[in-house]
């Protein structure tokens, strides 16, 4: 399971939808925040391309900003301690677990995580043992 206070100085992932929609998502990209001093990510803003039915049939592509991490989730940054806690959130927080799964596919709902099957998706990032994420996708 993720620990908050182990994970303070641990590298963190953050996966990001695909920049082709064949997975059923609008294509989108990141803009990373860096700190110049350090090499760190601090942050970042999805963009997500807006007209995805008409883009390269004689229209040009309309990208817009869909969501900055920080302001979206109410956190201080991007860092593995910041992805833990919204991990933690997103089990109880039914905002911000609505937040998660309209961004997770980019706004499109085709490719979201259905109701139903949201708590093993949830399992899947916190618990990558396969014994420890079958006791928590059964409720134990």
Not at 58 to 70: H, I, L, N, R, T
Request: hydrophobic share 40%; with cysteine.
């Amino acid at each position: 399971m993720l620990d908050t206070a182990k994970t303070a100085n641990m590298p963190g992932i953050k996966g990001f939808p695909a920049v082709s929609p064949i997975y059923g998502n609008n294509p989108s990209f990141a803009v990373l925040n860096v700190d110049t001093r350090s090499g760190v990510i601090t942050d970042y803003t999805m963009h997500v391309l807006t007209n995805l039915t008409t883009a390269g049939l004689g229209a040009p592509g309309k990208w817009a900003v869909e969501y900055d991490f920080s302001q979206a989730y109410g956190l201080d940054g991007l860092s593995a301690l910041s992805l833990a806690r919204l991990w933690a959130r997103l089990d109880t927080d039914s905002v911000a677990r609505t937040r998660f799964l309209q961004y997770y596919d980019s706004g499109t709902g085709r490719a979201a995580p259905a109701a139903a099957s949201w708590k093993a998706y949830w399992c899947g990032i916190g618990y990558m043992d396969p014994t420890a994420f079958d006791r928590c996708n059964r409720g134990n």
